[in-house]
C-alpha cells in the first residue's frame, strides 16, 4: 500500500494518500478531505497546493533547475532551436530530422493570418499597449477558425495548437508595425521561425531586408527561454479557463492578459525601465534601500521567484547572452554594467540573502531585446509569442487528462452572515 497522510479534525481522523512523481516533492491527495471531513484547505496563491498532473516541465527552485521534458535548459539553449523546443513540449520528445522538417512545414505555413484580421488592428489607438492589441486579436482569432475550435477533436486541436504557435509572431510583429505607423509586412516563408519574425518586425517595404544571423541566434535562444516554466500564473490562467472547454483561442487570450501584470511577463518591460531610471551606478543604493523599505511598495524587478530559491537558470543564460551578443555586434550598453552591479550589490545584501531573492529571467531579458531594437513595450508581447508554445502544450495535456474537472476553488467566506433586506427609506 503506498503511504497514507494523516489528518485529525476534532473527533474525525483522515488517512490520505500520497503521491510520488518521478521526481520532485511528494504530493498529499487532498481530493476527498471535503468529502469525509466537511472542511477545506486555504492556501491562496496556491503555495502549497500540485492543480494537476504534469510530465511537461519540471523545477527544483532550491537547486535552480529547470528541465523540459527532462532537458535541462541549458543544453537546449545551447544547441537546440525554437521550433524543436516547441516540438519537445508539445510532442513529448526530440524529434527526427523528418519529423522536425515536418513540423517546421506545418507551423511555417500557417503563419498568415486572415486578411479581415487587419481590421481589428485598425480599430485599436495607435499608442495601444501591444500586450492590449494581442488580448484582443488573439482571442478574435476564435471568430476567424471556426475549423479548429472543437476540442473534442484531436485533429482541430492540433490545428488549433499548431495555428497559435505559427500566427503569433505575426500578430505581435502587426502590433508593433501599428504602433509606429509603418505598413503590415507579410510573412516570408523562406526564413526561419524568428528570423521571420524579425524581418516582420523591422522590415520596410522600401528596402530590402537581410536577416543578422547573430541577432536571430540570441532572440531564437531568448524565445527557447520563454517557451514553458510549469504552471505559473498564466499558465494556471490558460488551463483554468480551458477547464470549462472554452475554444483554444480563448484560453491563449486568458493567459496573454495574465502574463501582462508586472509581477509576471510584465516585469521585463518594467525592470529595464528601472535599469534606465536608475541609470548610474552610484544610484544603485538608493535602489536597494527603496527595495527592502517595507513602507515603499518599490521591489526590484527582474529579482525574486515564486519557485526559484536560487539563481534562475535562465538568468544566467541570458547573462551570457548579452555578452556573447554585445560581443558579436560590437556594441554595449551603460545600462548592463548597472544591471551587472546591482546584482552584485543585492546577492551580498542581508535582506535579500535571506529571502532567497536572485536574479530571473526578466533581470537581462531587456537589455538584449533593447539592443536588437524592440522598445520596451514589445517586451512582454514577445514573452507571449514564445510562452504560446508551453500554453498549447499544457492546454493539451489538460484536455486529454481524463481526470481533468473544470477548475473550481473555493473559500473561507468572511462577508456577513445572513441578514433581511432593509428598505432604503430606513438605511
Ligand atoms: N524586491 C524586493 N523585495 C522582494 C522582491 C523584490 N523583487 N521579491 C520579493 N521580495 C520580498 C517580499 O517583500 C517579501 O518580503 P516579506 O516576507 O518581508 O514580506 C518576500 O520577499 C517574499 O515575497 P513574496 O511577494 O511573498 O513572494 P512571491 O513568491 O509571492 O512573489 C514575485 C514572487 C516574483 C512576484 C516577487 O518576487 C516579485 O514581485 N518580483 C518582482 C517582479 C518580477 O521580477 N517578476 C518576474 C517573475 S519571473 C518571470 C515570470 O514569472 O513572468
Given at each position: 500500500m503506498?503511504?497514507?497522510?494523516?489528518?485529525?479534525?476534532?473527533?474525525?481522523?483522515?488517512?490520505?494518500?500520497?503521491?510520488?512523481?518521478?521526481?520532485?516533492p511528494?504530493?498529499i491527495?487532498?481530493?476527498?478531505?471535503?468529502?469525509?471531513?466537511?472542511?477545506?484547505?486555504f492556501?491562496?496563491?496556491?503555495t502549497?497546493?500540485?492543480?494537476?498532473?504534469?510530465?511537461?516541465?519540471?523545477?527544483?527552485?532550491d537547486?535552480?533547475?529547470?528541465?523540459?521534458?527532462?532537458?535541462?535548459?541549458?543544453?537546449?539553449?545551447?544547441?537546440?532551436?525554437?521550433p524543436?523546443?516547441a516540438?519537445?513540449?508539445?510532442?513529448?520528445?526530440?524529434?527526427?530530422?523528418?519529423?522536425?522538417?515536418?513540423?517546421?512545414?506545418?507551423?511555417?505555413?500557417?503563419?498568415?493570418?486572415?486578411?479581415?484580421?487587419?481590421?481589428?488592428?485598425?480599430?485599436?489607438?495607435?499608442?495601444?499597449?501591444?500586450?492590449?492589441?494581442?488580448?484582443?486579436?488573439?482571442?478574435?482569432?476564435?471568430?476567424?477558425?471556426?475549423?479548429?475550435?472543437?476540442?473534442?477533436?484531436?485533429?482541430?486541436?492540433?490545428?488549433?495548437s499548431?495555428?497559435?504557435?505559427?500566427?503569433?509572431?505575426?500578430?505581435?510583429?502587426?502590433?508593433?508595425?501599428?504602433?509606429?505607423?509603418?505598413?503590415?509586412?507579410?510573412?516570408?516563408?523562406?526564413?526561419?521561425?524568428?528570423?521571420?519574425?524579425?524581418?516582420?518586425?523591422?522590415?520596410?517595404?522600401?528596402?530590402?531586408?537581410?536577416?543578422?544571423?547573430?541577432?536571430?541566434?540570441?532572440?531564437?535562444?531568448?524565445?527557447?527561454?520563454?517557451?514553458?516554466?510549469?504552471?505559473n500564473?498564466?499558465?494556471?490562467?490558460?488551463?483554468?479557463?480551458?477547464?470549462?472547454?472554452?475554444?483554444?483561442?480563448?484560453?491563449?487570450?486568458?493567459?496573454?492578459?495574465?502574463?501582462?501584470?508586472p509581477?509576471?511577463?510584465?516585469?521585463n518591460?518594467?525592470?529595464?525601465?528601472?535599469?534606465?531610471?536608475?541609470?548610474?551606478?552610484?544610484?544603485?543604493?538608493?535602489?536597494?534601500?527603496?527595495?527592502?523599505?517595507?513602507?515603499?511598495?518599490?521591489?526590484?524587478?527582474?529579482?525574486?521567484?515564486?519557485?526559484?530559491?536560487?539563481?534562475?537558470?535562465?538568468?544566467?543564460?541570458?547573462?551570457?547572452?548579452?555578452?556573447?551578443?554585445?560581443?558579436?555586434?560590437?556594441?554595449?550598453?551603460?545600462?548592463?554594467?548597472?544591471?551587472?552591479?546591482l546584482?552584485?550589490?543585492?546577492?551580498?545584501?542581508?535582506?535579500?540573502?535571506?529571502?532567497?531573492?536572485?536574479?530571473?529571467?526578466?533581470?537581462?531579458?531587456?537589455?538584449?531585446?533593447?539592443?536588437?531594437?524592440f522598445?520596451?513595450?514589445?517586451?512582454?508581447?514577445?514573452?507571449?509569442?514564445?510562452?504560446?508554445?508551453?500554453?498549447?502544450a499544457?492546454?493539451?495535456?489538460m484536455?486529454?487528462?481524463?481526470?481533468?474537472?473544470?477548475?473550481?476553488?473555493?473559500?473561507?467566506?468572511?462577508?456577513?452572515?445572513?441578514?433581511?433586506?432593509?428598505?432604503?427609506?430606513?438605511?
Open positions: 503506498s503511504e497514507q497522510a494523516k489528518l485529525t479534525l476534532g473527533a474525525k481522523a483522515l488517512e490520505m494518500p500520497v503521491m510520488d512523481g518521478s521526481i520532485g511528494q504530493v491527495d487532498i481530493r476527498k478531505m471535503y468529502a469525509q471531513t466537511g472542511a477545506f484547505t492556501d491562496p496563491g496556491f502549497s497546493t500540485a492543480s494537476c498532473l504534469s510530465a511537461i516541465t519540471y523545477i527544483d527552485g537547486e535552480g533547475v529547470l528541465l523540459h521534458r527532462g532537458y535541462p535548459i541549458q543544453q537546449l539553449a545551447e544547441h537546440s532551436s525554437f524543436e523546443v516540438y519537445l513540449l508539445t510532442e513529448g520528445e526530440l524529434p527526427t530530422k523528418e519529423e522536425l522538417d515536418t513540423f517546421v512545414y506545418t507551423i511555417t505555413r500557417h503563419t498568415m493570418v486572415h486578411e479581415q484580421l487587419m481590421q481589428f488592428f485598425r480599430g485599436f489607438r495607435r499608442d495601444a499597449h501591444p500586450m492590449a492589441i494581442m488580448c484582443g486579436v488573439v482571442g478574435a482569432l476564435s471568430a476567424f477558425y471556426h475549423d479548429s475550435t472543437d476540442i473534442d477533436d484531436p485533429k482541430q486541436r492540433m490545428i488549433a499548431h495555428r497559435l504557435i505559427a500566427k503569433m509572431p505575426t500578430i505581435a510583429a502587426m502590433a508593433y508595425k501599428y504602433s509606429v505607423g509603418q505598413p503590415f509586412v507579410y510573412p516570408d516563408n523562406s526564413l526561419s521561425y524568428t528570423g521571420n519574425f524579425l524581418r516582420m518586425t523591422f522590415a520596410v517595404p522600401a528596402e530590402p531586408y537581410i536577416v543578422n544571423p547573430v541577432v536571430e541566434r540570441a532572440l531564437d535562444r531568448i524565445f527557447i527561454l520563454h517557451a514553458d516554466h510549469e504552471q500564473a498564466s499558465t494556471s490562467t490558460v488551463r483554468l479557463a480551458g477547464s470549462s472547454g472554452a475554444n483554444p483561442f480563448a484560453c491563449i487570450a486568458a493567459g496573454i492578459a495574465c502574463l501582462w501584470g509581477a509576471h511577463g510584465g516585469a518591460e518594467a525592470a529595464l525601465n528601472m535599469l534606465r531610471e536608475i541609470g548610474r551606478p552610484e544610484r544603485i543604493p538608493e535602489y536597494i534601500a527603496r527595495a527592502k523599505d517595507k513602507d515603499d511598495p518599490f521591489r526590484l524587478m527582474g529579482f525574486g521567484h515564486r519557485v526559484y530559491k536560487n539563481y534562475d537558470p535562465r538568468a544566467t543564460v541570458m547573462q551570457q547572452t548579452v555578452r556573447e551578443l554585445f560581443a558579436e555586434l560590437k556594441v554595449s550598453d551603460p545600462i548592463f554594467e548597472v544591471a551587472l552591479q546584482e552584485a550589490m543585492a546577492l551580498n545584501d542581508p535582506y535579500f540573502i535571506e529571502k532567497k531573492l536572485f536574479p530571473n529571467v526578466d533581470f537581462y531579458s531587456g537589455i538584449i531585446l533593447s539592443a536588437i531594437g522598445p520596451t513595450s514589445m517586451f512582454t508581447a514577445l514573452f507571449a509569442l514564445a510562452r504560446t508554445v508551453g500554453w498549447v499544457q492546454w493539451n495535456e484536455i486529454g487528462d481524463p481526470e481533468q474537472k473544470i477548475g473550481r476553488p473555493r473559500q473561507l467566506y468572511t462577508g456577513a452572515p445572513q441578514r433581511d433586506y432593509v428598505p432604503i427609506s430606513k438605511r
